[in-house]
Protein backbone atom coordinates (compact mmCIF):
# COMPACT_ATOMS: atom_id res chain seq x y z
CA UNK A 1 0.00 0.00 0.00
CA UNK A 2 0.87 3.07 -0.74
CA UNK A 3 0.11 6.97 1.02
CA UNK A 4 -0.28 9.97 -0.30
CA UNK A 5 -0.44 13.27 1.91
CA UNK A 6 -0.67 16.63 0.52
CA UNK A 7 0.12 19.74 2.14
CA UNK A 8 0.35 23.97 1.56
CA UNK A 9 -3.28 24.65 0.67
CA UNK A 10 -5.06 27.60 2.20
CA UNK A 11 -6.41 30.40 1.71
CA UNK A 12 -4.74 33.25 -0.57
CA UNK A 13 -5.80 36.46 -2.06
CA UNK A 14 -5.82 36.81 -6.20
CA UNK A 15 -2.41 37.29 -7.86
CA UNK A 16 -0.63 35.47 -4.50
CA UNK A 17 1.53 32.49 -4.05
CA UNK A 18 1.15 28.59 -2.30
CA UNK A 19 3.29 25.68 -3.10
CA UNK A 20 2.09 22.50 -2.35
CA UNK A 21 3.76 19.26 -1.06
CA UNK A 22 2.76 15.44 -1.51
CA UNK A 23 4.56 13.21 0.68
CA UNK A 24 4.84 9.32 -0.45
CA UNK A 25 5.10 6.44 2.27
CA UNK A 26 4.19 2.86 2.35
CA UNK A 27 5.37 0.40 -0.43
CA UNK A 28 6.40 2.67 -3.51
CA UNK A 29 7.74 1.95 -6.42
CA UNK A 30 11.73 2.43 -7.68
CA UNK A 31 10.13 3.91 -10.96
CA UNK A 32 7.00 5.95 -11.14
CA UNK A 33 5.88 9.06 -11.98
CA UNK A 34 3.78 11.62 -10.08
CA UNK A 35 0.85 13.82 -10.98
CA UNK A 36 -1.23 16.56 -9.47
CA UNK A 37 -5.28 16.99 -10.14
CA UNK A 38 -8.04 19.10 -9.01
CA UNK A 39 -11.78 19.69 -8.86
CA UNK A 40 -13.79 21.90 -8.26
CA UNK A 41 -17.34 22.45 -6.68
CA UNK A 42 -20.02 20.79 -8.86
CA UNK A 43 -16.47 19.95 -11.45
CA UNK A 44 -15.08 17.04 -12.70
CA UNK A 45 -11.65 16.35 -11.63
CA UNK A 46 -9.24 17.56 -13.79
CA UNK A 47 -5.39 17.13 -14.86
CA UNK A 48 -2.76 20.16 -13.86
CA UNK A 49 0.76 19.24 -14.32
CA UNK A 50 2.91 15.66 -14.35
CA UNK A 51 6.29 14.99 -13.53
CA UNK A 52 8.08 11.65 -14.65
CA UNK A 53 10.30 9.37 -12.87
CA UNK A 54 13.63 11.44 -14.02
CA UNK A 55 11.99 14.62 -13.19
CA UNK A 56 13.63 15.87 -16.50
CA UNK A 57 10.13 15.79 -18.50
CA UNK A 58 6.92 18.01 -17.24
CA UNK A 59 3.50 18.72 -18.78
CA UNK A 60 1.20 21.09 -17.82
CA UNK A 61 -2.15 22.06 -18.25
CA UNK A 62 -3.08 25.32 -20.68
CA UNK A 63 -4.73 26.84 -17.91
CA UNK A 64 -1.60 26.93 -15.38
CA UNK A 65 1.03 26.98 -18.07
CA UNK A 66 3.56 29.54 -17.14
CA UNK A 67 2.10 30.16 -13.91
CA UNK A 68 2.67 26.63 -11.74
CA UNK A 69 5.47 24.53 -11.52
CA UNK A 70 6.01 21.05 -10.89
CA UNK A 71 9.16 19.57 -9.25
CA UNK A 72 10.26 16.85 -7.11
CA UNK A 73 12.93 14.98 -4.79
CA UNK A 74 13.06 11.71 -5.33
CA UNK A 75 15.25 11.25 -1.79
CA UNK A 76 12.15 12.82 0.05
CA UNK A 77 9.58 11.07 -2.09
CA UNK A 78 7.99 14.13 -2.53
CA UNK A 79 6.76 16.17 -5.09
CA UNK A 80 5.76 19.57 -5.28
CA UNK A 81 3.50 22.28 -7.00
CA UNK A 82 4.51 25.92 -6.86
CA UNK A 83 1.59 28.20 -7.99
CA UNK A 84 1.82 31.72 -8.50
CA UNK A 85 -0.50 34.65 -10.21
CA UNK A 86 -3.38 32.76 -8.51
CA UNK A 87 -6.57 33.06 -9.89
CA UNK A 88 -10.20 32.48 -8.29
CA UNK A 89 -10.79 30.09 -11.04
CA UNK A 90 -7.95 28.15 -9.23
CA UNK A 91 -10.15 27.31 -6.42
CA UNK A 92 -10.48 23.60 -5.94
CA UNK A 93 -9.07 20.87 -3.86
CA UNK A 94 -5.67 19.79 -5.19
CA UNK A 95 -4.81 15.90 -5.24
CA UNK A 96 -1.66 14.59 -5.89
CA UNK A 97 -1.53 10.72 -7.73
CA UNK A 98 1.21 8.38 -8.47
CA UNK A 99 1.72 6.50 -11.91
CA UNK A 100 3.11 3.01 -11.63
CA UNK A 101 5.20 4.22 -14.22
CA UNK A 102 8.04 6.17 -15.44
CA UNK A 103 6.10 8.24 -18.17
CA UNK A 104 3.83 10.42 -16.94
CA UNK A 105 0.01 10.59 -18.23
CA UNK A 106 -3.14 13.08 -17.88
CA UNK A 107 -5.73 10.71 -17.06
CA UNK A 108 -7.03 10.31 -13.91
CA UNK A 109 -7.66 6.96 -14.93
CA UNK A 110 -3.85 6.52 -15.22
CA UNK A 111 -3.02 6.81 -11.46
CA UNK A 112 -3.48 4.20 -9.17
CA UNK A 113 -3.01 5.66 -5.83
CA UNK A 114 -4.14 9.20 -4.56
CA UNK A 115 -3.89 11.82 -1.30
CA UNK A 116 -6.39 12.76 0.38
CA UNK A 117 -6.44 16.20 -1.41
CA UNK A 118 -5.89 20.13 0.29
CA UNK A 119 -8.03 22.57 -0.36
CA UNK A 120 -6.61 26.11 -2.48
CA UNK A 121 -9.12 28.89 -1.52
CA UNK A 122 -8.20 31.96 -4.18
CA UNK A 123 -10.17 35.01 -2.85
CA UNK A 124 -10.86 38.06 -5.38
Known amino acids: QVQLVESGGGLVQAGGSLRLSCAAS????????MGWFRQAPGKEREFVAA????????YYADSVKGRFTISRDKAKNTVYLKMNSLKPEDTAVYYC?????????????????WGQGTQVTVSS
Open 51 to 58: INWSGGST
Open 26 to 33: GRTFSSYA
Open 97 to 113: ARRNTIVAGSKAEQYDY
